[in-house]
């Protein structure tokens, strides 16, 4: 029956979310190199071919709680302020399409798996390396055995008021980016 008015009622008015923008990737690094991979090294992976306000002679980089973009001309462009953080572990950031008024937020995770760990445990012990006593499956647990991290990714704050084209470029984007940074930290 609410076709039957010409004007929509206030709840019509809203927009409604979008949902969030997910996407992960696992990288053979223990948590704290996956971390450092993420952070400080930053510039080595970022995909500026596809996100860049200036191509691809730009450099990122995380500096003063920003993930902040300079072009070959020193000009800066912040993407995203980080809002709160657990160092090592997760990072929040406000983000910031160039270009848009969108303001969306960003939060990025690391894991590491201990499936992994308790795989190669298994192995070990069907393989019989792991003697009499465990020793093998000991130093598996103890870092001599593959280790796994994954990174997690969350782009949340989405609304229907948002460019769609935008909203999807970053549904594309960020299976990309972490493709790239699993590439450069040592994955395939």
């Known amino acids: 029956m609410s076709g039957l008015f010409s004007h929509a009622s206030a ?3 809203a927009p409604s979310d979008r949902p969030d923008i997910q996407a992960t990737v696992s990288v053979p690094a ?29 450099f990122f980089d995380l500096e003063d709680n920003a993930l ?17 953080s657990a160092s090592g572990q997760w990072m929040l950031l406000r983000w910031r399409a160039a270009g848009s008024t969108t303001i969306t937020d960003l939060r ?31 130093d598996q647990a103890e870092g001599n055995g593959p280790v796994e991290t994954t990174l997690g ?20 984007f960020w299976p990309e980016a972490l493709a790239r940074y699993r590439r450069f930290m040592g994955g395939s």
């Open 11 to 13: 709840d019509g008015d």
């Open 30 to 58: 223990s948590a704290d190199h996956a971390w450092a991979g993420l952070v400080e090294h930053l510039h080595l992976w970022w995909p500026a071919d596809l996100l860049s306000r200036w191509g691809t002679d730009s």
């Open 68 to 84: 902040v973009e300079t072009s070959a001309e020193d000009d800066e462009n912040v993407w995203g302020e980080v809002t709160d």
């Open 108 to 138: 990025l995770g690391v894991r590491e798996d201990a499936g992994v760990l308790h795989r190669a445990r298994i192995e070990a012990a069907a393989e019989g390396t792991s003697g009499s006593g465990g020793a093998g499956v000991v």
């Open 153 to 172: 990714l969350t782009h949340s704050g989405w609304t229907s008021a948002d460019p769609h084209d935008l909203y999807d470029f970053y549904r594309q």
